[in-house]
């Protein structure tokens, strides 16, 4: 047998029911939480480049150091290393230990 | 054959695929917007609240078991993000005062035809914030009373309490107004 409270239970769910059909599926929400994931950075993130540029910075100035004492035999090398230039070389290495950062940081989590 | 949340979520924790996270926005999205709509009274707040959870969710994926259901896990993120923005407001009353308000100033500028649901936003925010929730979750999001008492943290007994006050006071309000048309 049906009780009052049962009645105004099924009364209050079809209110609510009537009520939540008005909130459709939005594609735009979505695409606002997919902009929003993509764009985000995260405190570990923050940190952790943070941590990495830094390092990476630090063994660039140690590294520029070595490369100037640096004597090859052959002659190749040598050449090489006078057409570039060590700051060049530097540089590059510390952009590719940055890029690297950059690749897998976001692709682990946000 | 479409993945499960769980097999979904499994695949976000491991990969952090954002296309994975996506399905799992789709599926939900109208479940999370429509329970924050009714605990705040305003759907372009309901909105926000409902992306900062979402986003929240991708970030703390790792953290979900998979003991209960995902949507348990993500109604009580979309409840926690409910809680801290009226605790930003400082006091509950006085966000639901600004709730209002807004409501008012929304359903003018758009025209919005609400009819059953302004009846249910207006009965809804007589209750107290906790009644409100309870209520929500189980009438609009289709929980037990013990999905609810998971996602807010309430003991099962509580939650029932809350559920019968609430549900009193609704009833005697949507019949006062009914006898007021009469």
Redesign the interface.
């Known amino acids: 047998m049906m009780t009052p409270e049962d009645g105004f239970d099924a009364r209050l769910s079809a209110a609510f029911d009537r009520a939540d059909a008005e909130i459709t599926p939005d594609e735009s929400f979505t695409r606002h939480v997919e902009t929003r994931l993509g764009l985000a950075l995260n405190p570990r993130t923050m940190v952790l480049g943070g941590a990495g540029a830094s390092g990476s910075a630090l063994a660039a100035s140690q590294m520029e150091r070595l490369a100037d004492g640096l004597q090859f035999d052959n002659a190749l090398l040598t050449q090489f290393f006078d057409l570039v230039g060590t700051q060049s070389i530097v540089a590059v290495v510390f952009a590719l230990v940055a890029a690297t950062f950059i690749y897998v940081l976001p692709s682990r989590r946000v | 054959m479409a993945a499960n949340d769980m097999e979904l979520a499994g695949l976000v924790a491991a990969t ?1 695929d ?1 296309r994975a ?2 399905q799992l ?2 599926r939900h ?2 479940l999370v ?2 329970m924050l ?2 605990m705040t009274g305003n759907h372009a707040l309901a ?1 926000d609240l ?2 900062d959870a ?2 929240k969710a ?2 703390k994926i ?1 953290t979900f078991s998979g003991k209960g259901s995902f949507k348990s896990w993500l109604c009580r993120i979309a409840y926690t993000e409910f809680l801290q923005s009226a605790r930003k407001r400082k006091a509950a009353a006085a966000a639901l005062e600004r709730y209002k308000a807004h409501q008012d100033i929304e359903e003018r500028q758009q025209n919005w035809d ?4 302004m ?3 207006r009965a809804l925010s007589h209750l107290s914030e906790v009644e409100r929730t309870v ?2 979750l189980c ?2 999001s289709g929980m037990s009373h013990s999905e609810a008492a998971e996602v807010t943290g309430l003991p099962l007994g509580t939650v029932k309490s809350h559920i019968n006050r609430g ?1 009193a006071k ?2 005697a309000l949507l019949e006062e107004k009914e006898a007021v048309q009469v």
Do not use: W
């Open positions: 952090g954002r996270f996506s926005v789709v999205q109208t917007r429509a709509t009714r909105d409902a992306q979402f986003i991708y970030r790792a609400a009819g059953d649901a009846d249910l936003d209520i929500v009438f609009s549900k609704m009833r």
